[in-house]
């Protein structure tokens, strides 16, 4: 396994009323952020929040190329972006416990937080088709490249690790500094990870490495 110090390249935060940031999502110019009862979307060049959506968001956030997913308790809601409607929901897995979540292959990929998995959920249904499990509490998940990465939180100490979603090994991982943890993760398409920084309020963007591409 390759492993090496996560590069943070910038802070965001913490925001005005927000002090908690949970789900981390990005639609091809703006990141979401999931901060308790509102989605903001933020411009990753300024920082500045330039719209906000009404919803109940203290987890995982994700984007389909269309449409937001949220995980609100023991469901995730299908969101209109543009008028913040929410559109249909699904059960969560398992009901409550639900951490990071990603779109991917047309599925969505939720992170159990205690149970230390990742689930392949049907956008559909709601139904589990795989269990991925891991050896750390699971936080944010992403996909990048072909390549799963997911968010841990362990006794004060996160990493992003990069995983085989058919066997769940560690192919490659960044440690962050000691106290900075991160809570939802999302991939800009390239070499930026965003990284939900829980109870600090704070979003961070870290650097992706070429050779873990």
Request: hydrophobic letters at 40%; a negative charge.
């Amino acid at each position: 396994m390759k492993s090496k110090p996560a590069e943070i390249i910038r802070e965001y935060g913490p925001f005005p009323g927000v002090s908690q940031v949970h789900g981390v999502s990005y639609d091809g110019s703006r990141v979401w952020i999931a901060v308790g009862e509102k989605l903001h979307a933020l411009d990753p060049a300024t920082g500045a929040v330039v719209q906000s959506i009404d919803v109940a968001a203290q987890a995982g956030t994700a984007f389909d190329g269309k449409h937001l997913y949220q995980i609100a308790g023991d469901v995730i809601q299908k969101i209109d972006p543009a008028s913040g409607r929410i559109l249909s929901t699904i059960p969560a897995p398992y009901g409550e416990g639900n951490s990071g979540m990603a779109w991917a292959e047309g599925m969505l990929w939720v992170g159990r937080y205690k149970e230390r998995a990742i689930l392949q959920v049907d956008p559909a249904t709601g139904a589990v088709l795989r269990t991925i499990a891991s050896d750390r509490y699971v936080t944010g998940v992403t996909w990048v490249d072909g390549g799963l990465w997911h968010g841990t939180w362990e006794d004060d100490a996160s990493e992003l690790r990069q995983v085989d979603p058919r066997s769940g090994e560690v192919l490659a991982s960044l440690a962050l500094p000691a106290g900075v943890v991160v809570s939802g993760l999302e991939s800009d398409g390239g070499d930026v990870f965003y990284c939900g920084g829980a109870t600090s309020g704070k979003l961070r963007a870290v650097r992706k490495p070429r050779a873990m591409a």
